[in-house]
């Protein structure tokens, strides 16, 4: 079994080499300049890499790129061989990173706390509190406790 520092020096090469040939090298209609390569892992035993990607666009898009990196795989796979010199090249998996849409999760809920704190600082203006000004009992006051008899 490989090293931590080896897996991730293997998967920082790998995302590198995909991303740019992703870029300049694959012809695919279908993986056009909005897909992005935006992490790697590599298993312990250096076999299997995970690609994980983003897609810019809507669901068909998606999965035409789903279907277009599956497609170059292969052309992938090799590039990779060639650039990282190891005695067995790592098979590539291609998984949709989900933090777009985690990131849209979290900003939606954002936006009802928004409109949440809103609402109860429209409903706060003009308010009064509901006892005195000052609700503390001062030492020498003229008011007597009847708790103590």
């Known amino acids: 079994m490989a090293d931590n520092a080896r897996a991730k020096r293997l998967a920082d090469l790998i995302r590198e080499v995909v991303a740019q040939k992703l870029q300049r090298g694959i012809k695919d209609p279908r993986l056009g300049s909005h897909v992005t390569i935006t992490d790697t892992r590599v298993t312990g035993d250096l076999r299997e890499a995970t690609v994980f990607y983003t897609v810019y666009g809507d669901d068909e898009e998606r999965a035409e790129a789903a279907a277009g990196l599956e497609s170059a795989k292969g052309i992938l796979r090799s590039e990779v061989g060639k650039a990282a010199g190891v005695k067995f090249t790592p098979t590539?998996?291609?998984?949709?990173?989900?933090?777009?849409?985690?990131?849209?999760?979290?900003?939606?809920?954002?936006?009802?706390?928004?409109?949440?704190?809103?609402?109860?600082?429209?409903?706060?203006?003009?308010?009064?509190?509901?006892?005195?000004?000052?609700?503390?009992?001062?030492?020498?006051?003229?008011?007597t406790d009847d708790t103590t008899e």
């Open 92 to 143: 590539l998996s291609f998984v949709a990173d989900a933090l777009p849409d985690n990131a849209r999760t979290i900003e939606d809920l954002l936006d009802k706390a928004r409109a949440s704190d809103a609402k109860v600082r429209e409903s706060a203006t003009g308010a009064r509190y509901a006892g005195e000004a000052d609700p503390y009992r001062k030492p020498g006051s003229e008011e």
